[in-house]
C-alpha cells in the first residue's frame, strides 16, 4: 500500500508536514514521528499547521519544530518545497488556512489518513481505514522501508496510538496495536510519563468546566442518547483557555454511562461558533451523521464545526437526527 509514498520518499527532498485545524494527539504525534523519519533520511522538513499545539503536548515537541501557519512567512517554504504531506484529515477544508498552499497545486501533495474515504484531494492518497491510528500507519511504513525507529520516532507514534485508541480502550484496538505499542517500549519510552503528560495534566479551570458540563447532562426518554453542552457562559466563569488543553476527557466521562448508544457534546467554542462531537458505543455510525451537517470523521468518533450558529437550535437538530437513526438501529432490531 506504501509503493508510490516509496517513491516519493526516495526521489524527493524538501517535505512540508501538516495536519489538521484543531489538532489532537493523533495529528501531532504523527507529524513529530513522520518529522524524525524524514530528518533521518537526511531530508529538508517543515512541521506547518494551522493552529499551534495544545499545551497538552508541548513534551512532544520541546525543540520548538512546529510552527504556526502565517502566509507572509511560509508561502515561500511551501512554493520551494517538493512534497507537502497531509495528514489525518478526511477532507481538505480541515486544513484551515493551510488548504490555500494546497490548493494553489505548485506542490506534489500526499494525504497520509485512516478515515473512511471522502474525496480525493491530493495527487496520491494512502489510506488504511482498518489502522487505529496514523501512527500504526508509520509504523508499517517504517517496517516496510527498513528503517530504524529512534526514541523520537516511538514517542511520536505511541502517543497517536495511544489517543486515538483512548488508552487502547476503543474497538480500533487489536492485537496488532497492542504488538506495536510493545515494540515501541523497546526504544526507551516510558508509558507512565506519557500518560501524566497527556491525562494527568489537567488544570484546575479544566476540571472546574467540566463539572459544569456534567451540570448539564441530559438524557433521552430511550436512554440511548446523552449530551451535554460547554456554554461560552460557562467558558468565561472558569476562565477555562478552550485552546490550551485536550478535552477528549470530557466527551471520555460522558460515554462511559451505562446503556447509551450515542453521546454528544455541544461546546459553544466562541459566540455562535459551535463545535459538536459525537461518539458511538459501536452500533451506530456517528460519522453518517456529522456528514449530514458538513462534519465527518470515523464511523464511532465523529465531528461538526459550525460557524454563525446558534447552540439551542443546532442542538436540537442534531439530537433529532440522531434519535433517529438510533430508533432506526432499534426497529431493525426488532425484525
Ligand atoms: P473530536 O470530536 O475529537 O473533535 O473529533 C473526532 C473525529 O471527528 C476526529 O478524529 C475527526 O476525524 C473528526 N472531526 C472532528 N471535527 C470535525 C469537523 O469539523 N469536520 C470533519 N470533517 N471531521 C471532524
Ligand atoms: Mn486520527
Given at each position: 500500500m506504501f509503493e508510490d509514498l516509496i517513491k516519493v520518499i526516495k526521489e524527493k527532498q524538501k517535505f512540508v508536514i501538516t495536519t489538521h485545524i484543531n489538532p489532537d494527539g493523533d495529528g501531532l504525534g504523527s507529524e513529530i514521528a513522520f518529522?524524525?523519519?524524514?530528518?533521518?533520511?537526511?531530508?529538508?522538513?517543515?512541521?506547518?499547521?494551522?493552529?499551534?499545539?495544545?499545551?497538552?503536548?508541548?513534551?512532544?515537541?520541546?525543540?520548538?519544530?512546529?510552527?504556526?501557519?502565517?502566509r507572509?512567512?511560509?508561502?515561500?517554504?511551501?512554493?520551494?518545497?517538493?512534497?507537502?504531506?497531509?495528514?489525518d484529515l478526511s477532507s481538505p477544508d480541515r486544513l484551515g488556512a493551510v488548504e490555500e498552499e494546497l490548493k494553489n497545486k505548485h506542490i506534489y501533495s500526499v494525504c497520509f489518513d485512516h478515515h473512511p474515504p471522502d474525496k480525493k484531494f491530493a495527487d496520491i492518497h494512502v489510506v488504511n481505514e482498518n489502522a487505529s491510528s496514523?501512527?500504526?500507519?508509520?509504523?508499517?511504513?517504517?517496517?516496510?522501508?527498513?528503517?530504524?525507529?529512534?526514541?523520537?520516532?516511538?514517542?511520536?507514534?505511541?502517543?497517536?496510538?495511544?489517543?486515538?485508541?483512548g488508552s487502547f480502550k476503543y474497538t480500533n484496538t487489536n492485537s496488532k496495536t497492542h504488538v506495536i505499542a510493545a515494540e515501541l517500549l523497546k526504544f526507551g519510552i516510558e508509558p507512565y510519563s506519557i500518560y501524566k503528560n497527556i491525562y494527568e495534566n489537567n488544570s484546575y479551570q479544566k476540571i472546574l468546566l467540566m463539572g459544569k458540563m456534567l451540570n448539564t447532562l441530559q438524557l433521552d426518554e430511550s436512554n440511548k442518547l446523552a449530551?451535554?453542552?460547554?456554554?461560552?457562559?460557562?467558558?468565561?466563569?472558569?476562565?477555562?483557555?478552550?485552546?490550551?488543553?485536550?478535552?477528549?476527557?470530557?466527551?471520555?466521562?460522558?460515554?462511559?454511562?451505562?446503556?447509551i448508544e450515542v453521546v454528544l457534546l455541544f461546546s459553544e467554542k466562541e459566540k455562535d461558533f459551535i463545535k459538536v462531537s459525537l461518539r458511538s458505543?459501536?452500533?451506530?455510525?456517528?460519522?453518517?451523521?456529522?456528514?449530514?451537517?458538513?462534519g465527518g470523521g470515523h464511523p464511532f468518533a465523529a465531528g461538526v464545526t459550525l460557524n454563525n450558529t446558534k447552540l439551542e437550535p443546532t442542538v436540537q437538530k442534531i439530537l433529532l437526527e440522531t434519535s433517529n437513526s438510533i430508533k432506526a438501529f432499534t426497529d431493525s432490531r426488532k425484525e
Open positions: 518529522f524524525h523519519l524524514l530528518k533521518n533520511l537526511g531530508k529538508e522538513v517543515s512541521l506547518i499547521n494551522q493552529d499551534p499545539p495544545l499545551v497538552t503536548y508541548s513534551f512532544l515537541d520541546k525543540k520548538g519544530n512546529f510552527c504556526v501557519y502565517n507572509e512567512l511560509h508561502h515561500q517554504i511551501f512554493k520551494s518545497a517538493d512534497v507537502l504531506l497531509a495528514i496514523i501512527g500504526e500507519m508509520i509504523y508499517d511504513l517504517a517496517k516496510e522501508m527498513g528503517l530504524n525507529v529512534t526514541k523520537d520516532i516511538a514517542l511520536g507514534i505511541y502517543v497517536s496510538i495511544l489517543t486515538d485508541t449530551w451535554a453542552v460547554v456554554t461560552q457562559k460557562a467558558l468565561q466563569e472558569t476562565e477555562f483557555d478552550y485552546n490550551s488543553e485536550d478535552k477528549e476527557g470530557f466527551i471520555d466521562i460522558l460515554r462511559s454511562l451505562n446503556g458505543k459501536g452500533n451506530i455510525d456517528v460519522n453518517q451523521i456529522a456528514m449530514k451537517f458538513g
